[in-house]
């Protein structure tokens, strides 16, 4: 008896402390007043809150500052930012203003900045624009942009990702980073997934976080405290402060408090080193070629000139060939970097109204 009325009491306490979170979590995300223009006033600024405001100057110029507000007047109001410096902003002039009416300091500030991350990575998500299967809207897509598109082709799940060259009714034609001769002819109806943005480093972002939420990140971790080499491995679970990642061959993940983390990197996929092979072979057959040229031209000599014609055929020309080809064949991992003080644990309800832990950053 005694027994099942324990587990009965831990159960109410794990409900209880569900509905709780998620009661909490709205307030939680949006505790920060956000006002635009006209919304800030004397009606609506508190004396004493911090804030963290955007205006225009005398010349037109934007503007940031952060403090507490020292008074609100009619038609304008004051923010100190130390103890004798001051600025007094018009209502006219303001553009937004974030503030937060914490009860510490340390509070305030946190409150701010944290509002200020979550809309930065509102903001930047909004810039991509993400389709699913059945709903590819040509219009949406704009050439010269940037895509990653996950599709099926001959029961085969296969990927995409590179700059949009060509788009029609039925399909789009995305080429690859490394390889500008190489690229994909996708149909609409073959597309699972398909992610556009202007920016290639938002494409990259978009597929970290991607990775990341579903739990299938590989990840590499450089901790001084720990070892010297990169820590490389899957991450199996994250709370407020520790992480815990598992090796390739460890049957174990290894528990690592984030504040030792120096750099923290996510694997995006493979690409060739086409480029770079090409490069250094251009950079090592001219090296060879460039004294012979440069002795050709001090001497009139016809052994010197075709010694030119020979050094430039037969060994510069198939060095940059070979090593165009070795940097195609040889693939490599892609990594972008997370900056570690950037990562959270976000908590955020299921559809069976449950509580799913997502692990995110902020870019």
Not at 179 to 186: Q, V
Not at 189 to 210: C, N, P, T
Not at 267 to 295: C, D, E, M, W, Y
Request: proline fraction near 2%; aromatic fraction near 8%.
């Amino acid at each position: 008896m005694c027994t099942e009325h324990n587990v009965r009491q831990a159960i109410a306490i794990l409900v209880t402390t569900a509905l709780l979170l998620n009661a909490m979590m709205p307030t939680l995300a949006h505790a920060a007043t956000y006002l635009q223009g006209v919304e800030a006033n004397a009606n609506t600024l508190v004396r004493d809150a911090y804030v963290r405001v955007i205006y225009r100057d005398h010349n037109g110029q934007e503007k940031t500052e952060r403090g507490w507000i020292d008074a609100v007047g009619e038609t304008s109001f004051t923010i100190r930012s130390g103890h004798w410096t001051k600025k007094t902003i018009t209502y006219a002039k303001v553009l937004s203003v974030i503030m937060s009416e914490e009860s510490t300091t340390l509070k305030q500030m946190n409150e701010v900045n944290r509002f200020i991350g979550e809309r930065k990575k509102e903001e930047e998500l909004k810039a991509i624009t993400v389709m699913s299967r059945g709903q590819i809207d040509p219009a949406k897509i704009t050439k010269r942009w940037y895509a990653h598109a996950i599709y099926m082709r001959k029961k085969i799940k296969k990927t995409a990702t590179g700059k949009i060259i060509h788009k029609d009714s039925d399909r789009i034609v995305i080429q690859n980073r490394e390889e500008f001769w190489k690229s994909w002819k996708i149909a609409y109806s073959e597309i699972d997934r398909l992610a556009i943005a202007k920016h290639q480093r938002d494409i990259e972002g978009w597929m970290v976080m991607q990775l990341l939420h579903e739990g299938n990140a590989k990840v590499r971790a450089r901790i001084p405290s720990i070892q010297k080499q990169w820590m490389i491995g899957k991450v199996e679970k994250m709370t407020q402060d520790t992480l815990v990642v598992r090796g390739e061959l460890a049957l174990y993940g290894r528990k690592v408090p984030l504040s030792s983390i120096s750099d923290f990197e996510v694997n995006i996929g493979q690409h060739r080193n086409t480029g770079k092979g090409s490069i250094f072979g251009l950079a090592l057959g001219l090296a060879i070629l460039a004294p012979v040229v440069i002795a050709d031209a001090r001497d009139e000599d016809e052994w010197q000139r075709f010694a030119t014609i020979v050094t430039a055929t037969f060994i510069s020309l198939p060095i940059w060939v070979l090593s165009t080809i070795i940097g195609a064949t040889i693939k490599t991992d892609k990594w972008v970097e997370v900056p570690p003080q950037r990562l959270n644990l976000s908590v955020a309800p299921t559809s069976a109204k449950g509580l799913r832990a997502a692990l995110t950053f902020n870019f």
